[in-house]
């Protein structure tokens, strides 16, 4: 069993930047791939960003390409989303997800174990 534990969410204004991470306990960390998916009011859970095992390799959807990095520390037990430049647009609750696979994934139904989330509000 994992256990995912997000922090870092909180208010910023526009053009700011929030580091989120995602502490994972239990299970064999270094060999799951992980995601950040994303969810607003009224709308469905979106998937935002992931990255495989090792961590070379990374996926980020279009809507955040170029403002939103993932990266993630194995021996850490921890996932990162640096989120740059941001929009009130990216305002949600920011969810990590873990994945019994080495290879990413970017829908929901490819993750098995799931964080609580962390609120990210963007104000313009």
């Known amino acids: 069993q994992v256990q995912l534990v997000e922090s870092g969410g909180g208010l910023v204004q526009a053009g700011g930047s929030l580091r989120l991470s995602c502490a994972a306990s239990?299970?064999?960390?270094?060999?799951?791939?992980m995601g950040w998916f994303r969810q607003a009011p009224g709308k469905e859970r979106e998937f935002v960003a992931t990255?495989?095992?090792?961590?070379?390799?990374?996926y980020v959807v279009d809507s955040v390409k170029g403002r939103f990095t993932i990266s993630r520390d194995n021996a850490k037990r921890t996932v990162y989303l640096q989120m740059n430049s941001l929009k009130p647009d990216d305002t949600a609750a920011y969810y990590c997800a873990a994945r019994s696979r080495r290879w990413t994934a970017s829908t929901t139904d490819g993750y098995d174990y799931w964080g609580q989330g962390t609120q990210v509000t963007v104000s313009s």
């Open positions: 990255i495989n095992w090792s961590g070379e390799g990374t």
């Open positions: 239990g299970g064999t960390f270094s060999s799951y791939a």
